[in-house]
């Protein structure tokens, strides 16, 4: 069974910072590309950031410089270092992770990120 577990989301002040975490079981996470995901109250889910197998990265426009996502190979976990957050941050993130383009993609249950004063 896999399970996709987040972590690390809450409220936070405009310009500050948050540190997600995705634990992962059920999955040889070392072969699957993992993503994050974001919802906004509203919006429809929209890529945040990537990485590949290789570690190669990839970012949505709006959070380039501001955010950072890494995996841990050994501890079967991805992260996503959020800084200088802003209002427009606030949704739920969503890990998400897929082996290859066309074979099923597994979601977390998702955490919630508010960025206000």
């Known amino acids: 069974q896999v399970q996709l577990v987040e972590s690390g989301g809450g409220l936070v002040q405009p310009g500050g910072s948050l540190r997600l975490s995705c634990a992962s079981s059920g999955i040889t996470f070392r072969i699957f590309d993992m993503e994050w995901y974001r919802q906004a109250a509203g919006k429809q889910r929209e890529l945040v950031a990537g990485?590949?197998?290789?570690?190669?990265?990839n970012y949505a426009d709006s959070v380039k410089g501001r955010f950072t996502i890494s995996r841990d190979n050994t501890k079967n976990t991805v992260h996503l270092q959020m800084n200088s957050l802003k209002p427009e941050d606030t949704a739920v993130y969503y890990c998400?992770?897929?082996?290859?383009?066309?074979?099923?993609?597994?979601w977390g249950q998702g955490t919630e990120v508010t960025v206000s004063s």
């Open positions: 998400s992770a897929q082996y290859v383009t066309g074979t099923p993609r597994y």
């Open positions: 990485i590949s197998t290789h570690s190669t990265t």
